[in-house]
C-alpha cells in the first residue's frame, strides 16, 4: 500500500483541475486518497441578496463524488466555508479544521493549492495547510506539494503573487484520460476553448508539461516541503 494522500482543496473541481492525473495514478498504485473540500465553490454566484440554491450545491456536490469514483479517491468530504470568502474566516479556523483532518487521516502526502494563485481561497487554504503542517515531532506529513489550477494559477499579475515555479513533475500519460473524464462530471464548471479552463486546454497545459520532461503528459508540482 502506497503512502496515504490527502487532498485539501478549496473548492470541488480543483483537485480533478490540479491533480487528476497524478491522483488516478497513485490509486491505481494502491493509494489511499481522500480529498477534503472547504468551500462549496458555488455560493458567492447568488444575485445580490439572492443566495445560491440548495440545488447548485447538491449538484456539484454530486459532480465531486462521480470525479471522485473516477479517480479513486475513497473519501470525499465536504466543509461549509464561506464560497470565495475564506479571507473572512479566522485563519486559526481553517488551520485547526485542517489539523482535525490531517489527524483523523494520517497523510503522509498533502497536495494543496500554490501559494500564488489568484484566487482568494486557494491562497488561504494554502496558508491553512502551512499552518496546520507545521513541521513537529510526530506530525504525519512528510510530503507537501502545490498544484497549479488552470484559470487562477497562470492569472495572477506578476509581482502580485509567488510565482508558480514547478520542481515535481508527474507522468500522467496513462492517466489523462482518466482526469478529463472526471473533469466532464464537472460539466458546468467547463469553459469553452480557448478558456484555460476547457477541456482543451487542460490537454494543452499536460502536453507541455510532459514535453518539458520529455513524457507525453505530466502534471506539475512545486515541492513545498519534504520530510525524509
Not at 440545488?55 to 470565495?84: C, H, M, T, W, Y
Not at 488552470?150 to 482526469?179: C, M, Y
Request: charged fraction near 25%.
Amino acid at each position: 500500500m502506497k503512502s496515504p494522500i490527502l487532498i485539501l482543496a478549496a473548492h470541488p473541481d480543483d483537485e480533478a483541475l490540479g491533480a487528476g492525473g497524478a491522483v488516478a495514478r497513485c490509486s491505481g498504485e494502491g493509494a489511499e486518497v481522500a480529498t477534503v473540500f472547504f468551500a462549496d465553490g458555488v455560493g458567492a454566484r447568488g444575485q445580490g441578496s439572492v443566495p445560491t440554491d440548495d440545488f447548485q450545491v447538491k449538484e456539484r456536490r454530486q459532480a465531486a463524488r462521480n470525479a471522485a469514483e473516477v479517480l479513486g479517491i475513497s473519501r470525499v468530504e465536504f466543509l461549509d466555508f464561506p464560497d470565495n470568502r475564506l479571507d473572512t474566516v479566522p485563519l486559526l479556523e481553517l488551520a485547526q479544521t485542517a489539523e482535525r483532518w490531517i489527524g483523523e487521516l494520517r497523510p503522509e502526502v498533502v497536495l494543496t493549492h500554490h501559494a500564488g494563485d489568484l484566487n482568494i481561497d486557494h491562497r488561504i487554504v494554502h496558508q491553512a495547510v502551512m499552518t496546520a503542517c507545521r513541521p513537529q515531532n510526530s506530525h504525519p506529513v512528510r510530503r507537501i506539494l502545490g498544484f497549479e489550477v488552470p484559470s487562477s494559477t497562470e492569472w495572477q499579475a506578476p509581482g502580485s503573487g509567488v510565482p508558480f515555479e514547478p520542481n515535481v513533475f508527474v507522468d500522467i500519460t496513462a492517466t489523462l484520460d482518466r482526469k478529463r473524464e472526471a473533469l466532464r462530471a464537472y460539466a458546468t464548471e467547463m469553459r469553452e476553448w480557448p478558456h484555460p479552463r476547457s477541456l482543451q486546454a487542460v490537454e494543452h497545459l499536460a502536453r507541455w508539461r510532459g514535453a518539458t520532461v520529455g513524457v507525453e503528459a505530466a502534471e506539475a508540482f512545486v515541492l513545498v516541503r519534504q520530510i525524509h
